[in-house]
């Protein structure tokens, strides 16, 4: 088979994970990332990037669930080899807690390692909290995950092009197939007005003692240890576009995290980073076509607005992208560009 010219527009972890699929599951293809940014200068490189997710309203559960599996055995195959210091994959235990109890069990529940309900002794602990949960997970740490998901991508035959992409009717020209993991930037490059910024601001906090994780069920509070430093956060500001630091969410992360856990004491920060999240209602993981001026067809796929929870579900939705490049090659062969 002639070889299949295939371009990733967007280099963060969904699209890094989306290319990597693609070069090392269809070998005819020559698959291609265009992006404008890469690694440390992607929205995903400041993610905590702990792995449990919520439920989106507009995704069978099924799948959903198909996702968040495929991504955590994924990583927690990484986790468990001879490469989880180079790619930035570690094991996490901790607890997530509430100050309501949740009505039912997660569904990611049974993916998770040893996940249970808190007993009324362990709760004593977080004074403010009512309910929590208990469970071992992984840590994927996409400052080292991106450069190594990079080698792993060109190892497969990938390139990598600086470049910023602004019309896909210009990339239908040159390529078979287009894969559109452009996380916010598909709000102007496809036009998609659900999607909005969600913006985050995290500290890294140098308290090596400090082990296990916490997290507050409301999504505002979590104490997340890594590698190097502790991810202290956060924020989660729907439509709030601003990259700057801001001092007043500095100090509420502090004094959150410190009433959270006051083994905190002592610590100090290390760093500061603010990002703005693809949000949107749920992901667009679909196909489209675009037709060429010259009347050929190629395939869009789009894997996009995973809101923060990217590194979560990112291999998972890749496998579905691949799924989708590979079902559009088979239906429709490329036609022969003039």
Same mark, same amino acid.
């Given at each position: 088979?002639?070889?299949?010219?295939?371009?990733?527009?967007?280099?963060? /972890?969904?699209?890094?994970?989306?290319?990597?699929?693609?070069?090392?599951?269809?070998?005819?293809?020559?698959?291609?990332?265009?992006?404008?940014?890469?690694?440390?200068?992607?929205?995903?490189?400041?993610?905590?990037?702990?792995?449990?997710?919520?439920?989106?309203?507009?995704?069978?559960?099924?799948?959903?669930?198909?996702?968040?599996?495929?991504?955590?055995?994924?990583?927690?195959?990484?986790?468990?080899?001879?490469?989880?210091?180079?790619?930035?994959?570690?094991?996490?235990?901790?607890?997530?807690?509430?100050?309501?109890?949740?009505?039912?069990?997660?569904?990611?529940?049974?993916?998770?390692?040893?996940?249970?309900?808190?007993?009324?002794?362990? &709760?004593?602990?977080?004074?403010?909290?009512?309910?929590?949960?208990?469970?071992?997970?992984?840590?994927?740490?996409?400052?080292?995950?991106?450069?190594?998901?990079?080698?792993?991508?060109?190892?497969?035959?990938?390139?990598?092009?600086?470049?910023?992409?602004?019309?896909?009717?210009?990339?239908?020209?040159?390529? !078979?197939?287009?894969?559109?993991?452009?996380?916010?930037?598909?709000r102007s490059l496809v036009g998609d007005a659900k999607m909005y910024p969600i913006r985050g601001q995290i500290l890294k906090f140098h308290a090596p003692w400090v082990k296990n994780f916490i997290r507050d069920g409301d999504g505002h509070?979590?104490?997340?240890?890594?590698?190097?430093?502790?991810?202290?956060?956060?924020?989660?500001? =729907?439509?709030?576009? *601003?990259? !700057?630091?801001?001092?007043?969410?500095?100090?509420?992360?502090?004094?959150?995290?410190?009433? &959270? !856990?006051? =083994?905190?004491?002592?610590?100090? /920060?290390?760093?500061?980073?603010?990002?703005?999240?693809?949000? *949107?209602?749920?992901?667009? /993981?679909?196909?489209?076509?675009?037709?060429? =001026?010259?009347? *050929?067809?190629?395939?869009?796929?789009?894997?996009?607005?995973?809101?923060?929870?990217?590194?979560?579900?990112?291999?998972?939705?890749?496998?579905? =992208?691949?799924?989708?490049?590979?079902?559009?090659?088979?239906?429709?062969?490329?036609?022969?560009?003039?």
């Amino acid at each position: 088979m002639q070889s299949v010219k295939v371009v990733v527009v967007g280099s963060g /972890v969904v699209g890094l994970s989306t290319a990597v699929c693609i070069a090392e599951n269809l070998p005819h293809c020559s698959v291609t990332v265009i992006s404008e940014r890469f690694s440390p200068d992607t929205t995903s490189d400041g993610a905590a990037g702990i792995l449990f997710a919520s439920q989106f309203p507009d995704i069978p559960l099924e799948r959903q669930c198909r996702w968040f599996k495929e991504s955590f055995d994924h990583l927690l195959a990484i986790a468990q080899s001879s490469e989880c210091g180079e790619a930035g994959v570690i094991l996490s235990s901790g607890c997530q807690v509430f100050k309501e109890g949740p009505a039912e069990r997660p569904f990611w529940a049974d993916y998770v390692l040893g996940f249970c309900i808190l007993s009324e002794r362990e &709760m004593k602990r977080f004074p403010d909290h009512k309910f929590g949960q208990a469970f071992t997970t992984v840590k994927c740490e996409c400052i080292t995950y991106l450069p190594w998901l990079e080698k792993r991508f060109r190892n497969a035959g990938g390139e990598l092009q600086h470049g910023k992409v602004s019309d896909l009717q210009h990339l239908a020209e040159t390529y !078979d197939v287009i894969v559109n993991c452009s996380g916010l930037g598909a709000r102007s490059l496809v036009g998609d007005a659900k999607m909005y910024p969600i913006r985050g601001q995290i500290l890294k906090f140098h308290a090596p003692w400090v082990k296990n994780f916490i997290r507050d069920g409301d999504g505002h509070t979590y104490i997340y240890p890594g590698v190097n430093s502790v991810t202290l956060g956060g924020t989660r500001q =729907a439509g709030d576009w *601003r990259l !700057d630091v801001d001092t007043g969410d500095r100090e509420g992360i502090l004094e959150r995290c410190f009433r &959270m !856990d006051p =083994a905190l004491h002592g610590g100090q /920060v290390v760093g500061e980073w603010v990002g703005l999240r693809p949000g *949107r209602e749920s992901p667009r /993981v679909e196909v489209e076509r675009l037709k060429t =001026a010259e009347g *050929r067809e190629v395939p869009l796929v789009h894997n996009y607005g995973h809101g923060g929870w990217g590194v979560t579900l990112a291999w998972g939705t890749a496998l579905d =992208a691949l799924g989708l490049v590979r079902q559009s090659l088979q239906q429709h062969p490329p036609m022969a560009r003039l």
